[in-house]
């Protein structure tokens, strides 16, 4: 497969079509308004990726809960206050050709309370003087990502993302060390997957036949078990579930270290299961067009960009003009990104990403 292979068009099993390969990893800018409404940053970077020649566009996280926040300016899409600005994004994003999809996150026991975040443990022994949230407050939290597709519905996106990777409340209920509970969403890997599988064949109700559903999963660190993992992976692709797997890992070319996958690529992992019509996308230093055209020919259907659509916006188009497109080196300055009209909070929140940003620039 070459470059260009990257630019045909990819069919999911609900609603329209990719135009292309590449989609926009969700991103956290902590420029929204401290209720979770879009900002005028949030809109001006979203019509600039619009701009960009994705296939995709995924908002950064968005709170279902107002409970769940993470990150001190983090989107929200818990309110029906919330709806105009994310109509605003999902139309600028679809103006442009692209589809367009909110992340849909609820941060579980790393909720932050400085932001108003409540946080909501699988077991008592996870946050101190915390216990472990009732059967009814998952089914609760449960039914707000429910809704919270639902609303990403009515504001015109094409679809969601859960977001069941990193800690996050659907990836600690999965984690045989985070949850420790004797319910039914506690115990065996079946229970544990249990919250994960009800929101997303939830939302699949919810939201009917031309909703698309995106599934970001983690492998790494939390006490997640791998051949766990690639069990219910294979049963969620069997029973064609959602649209897309967005596979996050912090480097696609991830090897596995231990266990009986050790040595294969973690990708390669998922890759080498039968799929049927879901998508398999991966995240992880993807800062080049040949790397992006590498991984179409290690099974990917699409890729994820990140860090390198914050350096440049358009990174599709850069692609598509130059096969040999590299991202610029990191750190780069922050007059650099300035340059490329990434608004100053945006540039603050990257200072907290280490190399990214030059210190003292
Ligand atoms: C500034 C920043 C914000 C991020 N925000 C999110 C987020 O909201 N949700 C999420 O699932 N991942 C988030 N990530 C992770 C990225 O989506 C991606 O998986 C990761 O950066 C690896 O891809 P990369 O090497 O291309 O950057 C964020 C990463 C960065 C750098």
Redesign the pocket.
């Known amino acids: 497969m070459s470059v260009s292979d990257l630019f045909k068009p990819l069919t999911l099993l609900h609603g329209p079509a990719m135009r292309n390969r590449f989609m926009l ?5 902590q420029q929204s308004e401290y209720d979770g409404s879009a900002s005028q940053f949030d809109q001006q970077w979203m019509e600039q990726l619009a701009q960009g020649g994705y296939g995709l566009v ?1 908002t ?2 968005a709170t279902v809960e107002a409970g769940g926040i993470a ?1 001190e300016r983090q989107l929200g899409i818990h309110s029906e206050a919330h709806l105009p600005g994310l109509m605003q994004m999902a139309k600028a994003v679809q103006q442009s050709g692209a589809l367009a999809a909110v ?1 849909l ?1 609820h941060a579980g026991h790393r909720a932050q309370p400085s932001w108003g975040g409540i946080p909501a443990p699988a077991s008592d022994r996870t946050v101190s003087n915390t216990a472990a949230i009732s059967t009814e407050v998952v089914e609760r939290i449960r039914n707000s990502f429910i809704a919270a597709a639902k609303r990403a519905q009515r504001a015109g996106f094409n679809g969601i ?1 859960v ?1 069941g ?2 800690g ?1 409340i659907l990836s600690e209920f999965l984690s045989p060390q985070l949850n420790d509970r004797n319910d039914r969403y506690g115990g065996s890997a079946e229970n544990r997957a249990r919250f994960t599988l009800e929101v997303i064949e939830g939302i699949r109700k919810a939201c009917g036949p031309d909703f698309q559903i995106g599934w ?1 999963l983690s492998i790494e660190r939390y006490g997640l078990r791998l051949e766990e993992l690639r069990e219910l992976t294979a049963e969620i692709f069997d029973k064609e579930l959602i649209d897309y797997l ?1 596979l ?5 070319a991830q090897l596995v270290r231990d266990g009986s996958h050790q040595g294969k690529t973690m990708l390669s992992v998922f890759s080498e299961l039968p799929r049927k019509g879901v998508r398999l996308g991966v ?5 080049s067009a040949q790397r992006a055209g590498e991984l179409l020919d290690q099974g990917c259907d699409f890729v ?7 350096l440049q916006r358009d990174f599709p188009l850069q692609v598509k003009a130059n096969p040999r497109y590299q991202s610029p080196q990191l750190p780069v300055t922050a007059d650099y990104l300035r340059q490329g009209d990434l608004s100053e909070r ?1 540039i603050e ?2 200072r ?2 280490q190399t ?1 940003v030059k210190p003292g620039s």
């Open positions: 990893a969700p991103l956290t800018s995924q950064s996280a990150f992340q996150h993302s977001h990777a990193f996050w970001r967005d996050a890992l912090w480097d696609s995240a992880g230093k993807i800062m994820l960009i990140a860090r390198a659509g914050i945006f929140t990257m907290g990403w990214f």
